[in-house]
């Protein structure tokens, strides 16, 4: 039972360089989310899906671009790196509903240098 | 605007020793509170969660209650282990549906043999 899974692991870019986070989901949720963790910071929201083809903003999208063709899908768009996106970047997913946990992938740790 | 704050950490104990961490929030309504838990390397996972006031959530020997009179959910366990070391999570669904947590910024237990 896969779950969340999230690709690469680990990447490190340049500045002004281009990168795609795949996140895939085989648990059927409507539901995904692009959450960043920076330390001592908790997770910020970045963008969220309600379902394919359904997408907006959350806290911290600046600098982000997402989209989402079917259910299992949810790739992250990061278009010109900068420093300040060096981060940790989960993605998540759930059914729906107030009470409803995430199910979280174990992350993409990005370092732009 | 939605918030929830976290106990400072890093906090350290020993082996079979009481554990609290507190945590209080801000929101709209009466949003489900959760705890979750991130071990090294690892994604989130839920711990615990409580959707109504006073619904007590425990698992694993963890405890919160949900506090509306405080706007707490501080958890509790009675007698820690070295394998409850990791970082500890509270966050709030603030009162809406889908998964738009709203985090704290994480607290850090070590726990030593």
């Known amino acids: 039972n896969a779950g969340v899974t999230q690709t690469p692991k680990f990447r490190i870019l340049k500045i002004g360089q281009s990168m795609t986070l795949q996140c895939t989901q085989d648990?059927?949720?409507?539901?995904m989310y692009w959450y960043r963790q920076d330390p001592g910071m908790g997770l910020k929201l970045i963008y969220y899906s309600v379902g394919a083809g359904i997408t907006d903003k959350g806290e911290v999208p600046n600098g982000y671009n997402v989209s989402r063709s079917t259910t299992e899908d949810f790739p992250l768009r990061l278009e010109l790196a900068a420093p300040s996106q060096t981060s940790v970047y989960f993605c998540?997913?759930?059914?729906?509903?107030?009470?409803?946990?995430?199910?979280f992938g174990n992350g993409t740790r990005l370092t732009v240098t | 605007g939605n918030s929830v704050t976290q106990m400072e950490g890093p906090v350290t104990l020993s082996e079979e020793a009481f554990l609290t961490i507190n945590c209080t929030y801000t929101?709209?309504?009466?949003?489900?509170l959760f705890w979750y838990v991130q071990y090294p390397g690892e994604g989130l996972q839920l711990l615990l969660k409580a959707t109504k006031a006073d619904d007590k959530g425990s698992n694993k020997g963890f405890e919160a209650t949900y506090r509306k009179e405080t706007t707490s959910f501080h958890l509790e366990k009675g007698s820690v282990q070295v394998s409850d070391s990791a970082v500890y999570f509270c966050a709030h669904a603030g009162g809406t549906s889908y998964g738009k947590l709203t985090f704290g910024q994480g607290t850090i237990l070590t726990v030593h043999p």
């Open positions: 929101a709209t309504g009466y949003p489900s």
């Open positions: 998540a997913s759930n059914p729906g509903g107030s009470g409803s946990p995430l199910h």
């Open positions: 648990m059927n949720h409507n539901y």
